[in-house]
């Protein structure tokens, strides 16, 4: 494996604080010397912190009591090296040893010390090692306040490993936390930073690699992870390009969209023109007959399937044409716009022999009937797309505070792939394999996105059911693909201006915009 897929592979890899040690013990006993790890580990920092464009040349430090410090007080040594004015806050009586090796080098160079916050001068910026995965306890007295202070001070603050106060797994605060602007993840993705409570203290993210030997991350973590992060690389095997050259329309899959209603026909639109995304052969969709116009003047290539309604404009029941049958379909998705009035048709999907999104209404259905243990006895995989409230009325006893914990819990007992919308949506399968999506962007928590998702979703999927690809690989690239679109969308027309019509505008450009290398990497790995 090349240095480069090597990277990319790390990216994908996420650790807990006990897995981490067990990762560093292994190198270390293999005989890497612990301050060396730290000189490099800091002077990584430091290359990264000069190759961006900080503005001014004052910098505080601070350092805690364990190697987290040591990596600060490095990072502050080198900084000052090279011409920066650095103050160092160091407020603790105790320090591990190495890290009091470095204290007394800056000190013993005329890099001012300090004890107390007040004495620490105006500093442009913050480099903040207080605690990193060795916190185990909460943050109390002088040193909270002192976060808590520094928090007030609007200053850029660069996290090593993770914002201090962060629990490395779970991502809750632990009394307090720095607000950083930037974290340094060292190594290996830490759990708690993939947590939605996490966010808004890890504020920008990165991983700073530092050689740590695969063999070893694979002795820890298993060859193939339990958690993975959500990456380009991870997805682009499962994405349906490229299309074989002999390609027939009815070979590339026939997605059935169930959804609409009089009252939400554009959840019907937007769900279409997610499918239409995603590249699918064939498209139909079942709708309400009133709104059957509607949908074929939005997506002309779609075949409109007009259904029997109620007095309220729901449908009633399915009527699919001539010989049709749920199973001819390659892949139902149910749900976006349905209302909650067409519980026999939820019923009647749950008994298709074919993979199954089941959204929106149709979970808010799903959780009425309360039968949702009997999705185990589908003979073809289901899948789940709930958010947060509709995660709360499906499962209503499992605590989603822990959003990987709850993922796996819910997959567990349905047997379903389960995707749990959010800031960092979180996917598990039955045997706990779990994937957290990473980048995203606040832009996408608007009306009619999730509708997107799952017709994309049921695109993608049509498309590579019949080849050698993991449902749950196909739900981690729609996850990744809606969200790609999003930020790029976001980049042009600012977070404002990604309505959810907009979104489907960009999920091809999404494809347009990886690199030609890795379109190449496709056809090499995908010519069928
Ligand atoms: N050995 C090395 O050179 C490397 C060090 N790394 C750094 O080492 C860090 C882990 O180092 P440590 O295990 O020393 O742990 P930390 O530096 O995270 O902190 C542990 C220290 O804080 C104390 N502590 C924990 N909770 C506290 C609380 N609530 N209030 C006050 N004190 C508290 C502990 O007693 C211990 O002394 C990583 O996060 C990373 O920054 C690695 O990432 C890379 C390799
Ligand atoms: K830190």
């Known amino acids: ?79 000052h090296f090279r011409g920066y004015n650095v103050w160092i806050y160091q407020p603790f009586g105790q ?63 660069f996290s090593i490993d993770l914002p201090s106060g962060i629990h490395t797994d779970t991502g809750a605060v632990l009394g307090t936390a720095i607000c950083a602007s930037h974290t340094f993840c060292l190594g290996l993705w830490k759990q708690g930073l993939l947590q939605e409570q996490a966010i808004k203290y890890a504020g920008k993210t990165e991983l700073v690699d530092f050689d740590i030997p695969l063999a070893d991350i694979q002795a820890v973590l298993g060859e193939v992870p339990t958690i993975k992060r959500i990456t380009q690389s ?25 959804c609409g209603s009089k009252r939400y026909a554009g959840g019907a639109i ?27 003047s939005h997506l002309p290539e779609a075949l409109i399937i007009g259904c029997p309604e109620t007095n309220n404009g729901a449908i009633s029941h399915l009527q699919l044409p001539g010989e049709t049958t749920l199973n001819s379909f390659t892949v139902i998705a149910c749900g976006p716009g349905l209302t909650t009035e067409v519980t026999p048709i939820v019923e009647q999907v749950m008994k298709s022999e074919v993979p199954l999104i089941l959204d929106a209404d149709a979970l808010n259905i799903l959780a009425q009937l309360g039968t949702i243990t009997s999705l185990k006895n589908r003979h073809q995989p289901t899948i789940l797309t709930p958010h947060g409230g509709e995660f709360h009325r499906l499962f209503p006893e499992i605590d989603i505070t822990n959003r990987v914990k709850g993922v796996q819990t819910a997959a567990s007992q349905t047997g379903a792939i389960v995707l749990l919308k959010g800031a960092r949506t979180a996917i598990a399968n039955e045997q706990g394999v779990t994937w957290v999506n990473s980048e995203s962007t606040p832009a996408l928590a608007r009306g009619g996105s999730g509708d997107v ?57 999404v494809l347009a915009q990886i690199q030609t290398d890795e379109i190449s990497k496709w056809v090499e790995l995908n010519i069928r």
Request: net charge neutral; hydrophobic share 45%.
């Open 270 to 296: 937007l769900t279409g023109l997610g499918a239409r995304g995603s590249g699918i052969g064939m498209l139909s969709i079942a709708v309400p007959e009133s709104i059957k116009p509607l949908l074929v």
């Open 95 to 157: 320090l591990k040893e190495l890290t009091n090796q470095h204290f007394h080098y800056a000190q013993s160079l005329g890099i001012p010390c300090f004890s107390q916050l007040a004495e620490l001068p105006d500093c442009d910026f913050l480099i903040d090692g207080l605690f990193g995965f060795g916190l185990e306890r909460e943050i109390t007295g002088n040193i909270a306040e002192a976060i808590n202070h520094l928090n007030l001070w609007n200053k850029p603050i």
């Open 234 to 258: 991870l997805v682009i095997n499962t994405l349906p390009l490229p299309l074989s050259p002999i390609l027939h329309k009815y070979k590339s899959g026939h997605l059935l969209l169930i």
């Open 1 to 79: 494996m090349n240095n480069q897929d090597l990277k990319h592979l790390k990216e994908i890899f996420v650790v807990t604080a006990a897995q981490m040690r067990d990762v560093e013990s292994r190198v270390f006993a293999a005989g890497m010397p612990i301050p060396a790890l730290m000189e490099k580990v800091g002077r990584l920092i430091c290359d990264r912190l000069l190759s961006m464009t900080l503005k001014g040349s004052r910098v505080g430090i601070l350092a805690g009591p364990g190697h987290n410090g040591g990596d600060a007080l490095v990072v502050g040594r080198e900084l």
């Open 453 to 509: 998702l799952t017709g994309l979703m049921g695109g993608i999927l049509g498309q590579v059911v019949n080849r050698q690809v993991n449902m749950e690989d196909v739900v981690a690239t729609a996850v990744w693909w809606h969200s790609q679109a999003g930020i790029l969308a976001a980049k042009e027309r600012t977070e404002l201006g990604v309505d959810a019509f907009t979104l489907t505008q960009y999920l091809n450009r």
